[in-house]
C-alpha cells in the first residue's frame, strides 16, 4: 500500500484525495464506530463479569482472537442467566453517539448515499441507532432470551445468525448488487479486526480511531475528532 500521508492532525490519507460523488453507499459499524461503547461490555459490566468480557473484546478487536463467533460465544456465556433489563438499562444510561456521527450521516445522505449498520453487535442496540441516524438497511445479532433471561446464545435470521467478518462483506455486496452499484462504489467505515473484509472490498476504507491492525490498512485514518473529519478528506 502507498504510505499515509497526514491531511490535517490526526487525518491520514493513503493515495489520491477520493471524491465524495463517486460513491453511493456508506457501510458504517457500531460498536466504538458510530457509538462510543462496546456494547456487550456495558452489558457485562452491570452483570458483574465485565474484566472478563472486556478482555476477550480488546483481543479480538486486535486480531488475536482470529474466529469473531469463538470470541463472541465465549463472552455470551459469560452472560447466560442475566436478565434481558440489563439491556434497556444500557441503552437507556451508556449508549452515546460518538462526536461526529450524526454529522456524518446527515452529510452523506444529503450528497444522494444510502446507509448501512452492519454490527456483530446486538439488534436491541442497532434499531435505536439506525433509526436515530436514517440508516437504509441494517444487520445485526438477535439475542436469544427465555423466561426474561439471555440464554447466552443468538438466534438465526434469515440472513444467517452471526455477523462476523465474512457476513459484514457479504452485506455491503450483496447490497452493492441489489442497487446496481460496484463495491468500489462504497464506503465502509469501522474500528477492529472484523470490519477489515468489508473495508477490503470497499473502494474507501475508513480506519475511526481504529486498532493499529486495521489503521495501517485503512485509506483513511482518523485518530482524534469526530467521525465527521472524513469529509475533509475528500477532494
Known amino acids: 500500500m502507498p504510505p499515509a500521508l497526514e491531511l490535517a492532525p490526526d487525518l491520514w490519507l ?63 456465556a459469560l452472560l447466560a442467566g442475566q436478565p434481558e433489563a440489563l439491556l434497556d438499562r444500557v441503552l437507556k444510561e451508556r449508549l452515546r453517539f460518538n462526536p461526529g456521527a450524526r454529522e456524518l450521516c446527515a452529510a452523506l445522505k444529503a450528497a444522494g448515499l444510502r446507509l448501512g449498520l452492519v454490527s456483530g453487535g446486538f439488534t436491541h442496540f442497532t434499531r435505536f441507532v439506525a433509526a436515530e441516524l436514517g440508516m437504509d438497511v441494517v444487520r445485526a445479532n438477535a439475542l436469544e432470551v427465555a423466561d426474561g433471561r439471555l440464554t447466552g446464545r443468538v438466534v438465526q435470521q434469515d440472513w444467517g445468525d452471526v455477523v462476523d467478518g465474512a457476513e459484514k462483506r457479504r452485506f455491503v455486496e450483496e447490497h452493492c448488487a441489489r442497487w446496481g452499484l460496484s463495491p468500489r462504489q462504497a464506503i465502509a467505515v469501522g474500528d477492529g479486526a472484523n470490519d477489515l473484509p468489508m473495508m477490503g472490498v470497499a473502494g474507501l476504507s475508513v480506519a475511526y480511531c481504529a486498532k493499529p491492525k486495521v489503521r495501517e490498512q485503512a485509506t483513511v485514518a482518523i485518530q482524534a475528532g469526530g467521525l465527521d473529519r472524513l469529509l475533509e478528506a475528500f477532494a
Open 14 to 76: 493513503r493515495g489520491p484525495r477520493p471524491r465524495l460523488s463517486d460513491y453511493r453507499f456508506a457501510a458504517f459499524d457500531m460498536d466504538s464506530t458510530l457509538i462510543a461503547i462496546e456494547c456487550i461490555d456495558e452489558i457485562a459490566a452491570l452483570a458483574g463479569v465485565g474484566e472478563q468480557v472486556a478482555a476477550i473484546t480488546e483481543a479480538a478487536m486486535r486480531g488475536e482472537i482470529t474466529d469473531f463467533r469463538e470470541s463472541l460465544s465465549r463472552r455470551l
